[in-house]
């Protein structure tokens, strides 16, 4: 109420006359039902209402899991909309069918779908998430091909001025002429990251390690005290992590489906993998469960607990206090980091676009936008895109055990030789023709201009250029 009604009054009391709404998630969806209420205290006739905002309406869905999708009670979304709804002279069932997903009016009151109907412009956030977002939808469209269900996709971008560092800044405009201060629509610069100086690159990645292991350490050392441990256990927490190991970063929410504990599946295996002095690897986490997810909870327990295991111990670390200050740290340090979504959950995923601007590479499951992103030789894919056998437990842990197992040997065979071969006076040079590669295909194809560009073309424009604009204004 307070988003979607509350946010159509206060533009109309600043003097705003935007032509086109454009949702993101179901949670303002009743903005649709104020503006076509508006639109017949004005005059219109309730169909030609609903037209007028279906048009000018873009509505962009951002997850497949269904608890992200707000449903809410029948009854208290007839209370709730009395007022707004007043001059609609619609009957309560036909407005709790517009919530209906089988257009039923006893049927729990679903945000998407009512966003859904009164959109004419749908889209989910990646290529693969918009083929699914056409499955599981189709019923409200009526069809049974989801390919005749009218939801695109347009695969989101981050931010890359916010999100890079300003030493990597400062280095791709010196050796690539990347200038960060225009964005770059008609022409993608970043090709011309691939011919930098990988020796250059990598100096500057040993520094942001560096940087990433110090602040780990201050952090870790005072989380220790915080727990009240001794003298002794204090220190050796200031003293974890190595600045020269390869770094494996996981930090997002803790959403199940995330999958964060996936690394831990066969603990025999990851041990060994970390026992090797002669070629050190580090993972560290960071990152937070919703307060009502008990599950994520518990997954971050988990993880948590692989931290005090003595084969771990100092090798494995959790970070707290998960911020965007401490993702920054972490996109930048990172050598590789590691996305492990049970497919196709992830809607998009982004935080593995900002390590590519720092010559960091992903190492992912492929879902949300890495089925695009990834061409075989900037990252790595984790499995080979496949889907539970069944959404059950038993499906879910198979699916599990495959995906960690790709992820056990791609980094026995790919990941770990790749970083440790130092042929060329200390550079690893097949890992710095990945990172550059990363930083050449990702940024610009993965950069919030694309987006927003891709969304004027696709969206905007057309649902301005509807022909009662002036009128809807
Ligand atoms: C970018 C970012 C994310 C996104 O993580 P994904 O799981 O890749 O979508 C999460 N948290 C923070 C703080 C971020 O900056």
């Given at each position: 109420m307070l988003l979607g009604v509350g946010g159509v009054l206060a533009l109309d009391a600043l003097g705003e006359r935007p032509t086109v709404f454009h949702l993101n998630?179901?949670?303002?969806?009743f903005a649709s039902l104020a503006r076509t209420a508006a639109l017949v205290r004005r005059g219109r006739s309730l169909e030609e209402a609903m037209v007028l905002v279906r048009r000018s309406t873009v509505f962009t869905t951002h997850t497949?899991?269904?608890?992200g999708h707000d449903r809410y009670e029948p009854r208290l979304v007839v209370r709730a909309l009395r007022q707004v709804v007043r001059?609609?002279?619609?009957s309560d069932e036909a407005l709790l069918a517009l919530g209906g997903e089988h257009g039923e009016a006893k049927e729990p009151f679903c945000m998407t779908a009512l966003a859904l109907r009164l959109a004419e412009h749908a889209n989910g956030v990646a290529a693969l998430h918009g083929r699914v977002t056409r499955e599981m939808w189709m019923h409200l469209y009526d069809r049974?091909?989801?390919?005749?269900?009218?939801i695109g996709h347009v695969t989101n971008g981050v931010h890359v001025a916010t999100w890079t560092d300003p030493t990597a800044r400062a280095f791709w405009r010196d050796e690539?002429?990347?200038?960060?201060?225009?964005?770059a629509v008609d022409r993608d610069?970043?090709?011309?990251?691939?011919?930098?100086d990988p020796g250059r690159l990598w100096a500057l990645r040993c520094r942001w390690r560096s940087r990433l292991v110090l602040e780990a350490r201050r952090r870790l050392a005072h989380q220790a005290q915080r727990q009240c441990a001794d003298a002794d256990e204090v220190l050796r927490a200031s003293q974890f992590?190595?600045?020269?190991a390869l770094t494996i970063g996981f930090a997002r929410?803790?959403?199940?489906?995330?999958?964060?504990?996936?690394?831990?599946?066969?603990a025999d295996r990851l041990a060994k993998i970390v026992a090797d002095a002669d070629r050190p690897v580090q993972f560290v986490f960071a990152g937070k469960a919703h307060p009502r997810d008990t599950e994520g909870q518990a997954f971050l327990r988990q993880v948590h607990a692989m931290t005090l295991d003595p084969r771990f111990r100092g090798r494995v670390v959790m970070l707290e206090e998960y911020d965007m200050g401490l993702a920054r740290l972490l996109v930048s340090g990172c050598d590789v980091w590691l996305n492990t979504p049970l497919?196709?959950?992830?809607a998009s995923g982004t935080s593995g676009m900002k390590v590519a601007a720092h010559g960091g590479i992903n190492l992912s499951i492929l879902d949300g936008w890495w089925p695009e992103g990834f061409?075989?030789?900037n990252g790595w894919a984790i499995g080979d895109g496949q889907e539970p056998p069944a959404e059950d437990a038993e499906g879910r842990r198979r699916r599990d055990e495959e995906d960690a197992k790709s992820l056990y040997a791609l980094l026995e065979r790919e990941v770990i030789p790749e970083f440790f071969?130092?042929?060329?006076?200390?550079?690893p040079e097949r890992w710095m023709d990945r990172a550059l590669r990363s930083a050449a295909t990702i940024p610009g194809r993965f950069g919030a201009h694309r987006m927003v560009a891709e969304y004027l073309v696709k969206a905007y424009l057309p649902a301005h250029g509807g022909p009662a604009a002036a009128e809807r204004a």
């Open positions: 998630e179901g949670h303002a969806a497949p899991v269904a608890a001059d609609l002279k619609m049974r091909d989801p390919a005749q269900v009218p690539a002429g990347i200038d960060f201060s225009v964005p610069p970043w090709p011309d990251a691939a011919r930098v992590l190595d600045e020269s929410r803790f959403a199940t489906y995330k999958r964060a504990p996936l690394l831990f599946t066969d497919r196709p959950h992830e061409d075989g030789r071969d130092r042929s060329t006076g200390g550079v």
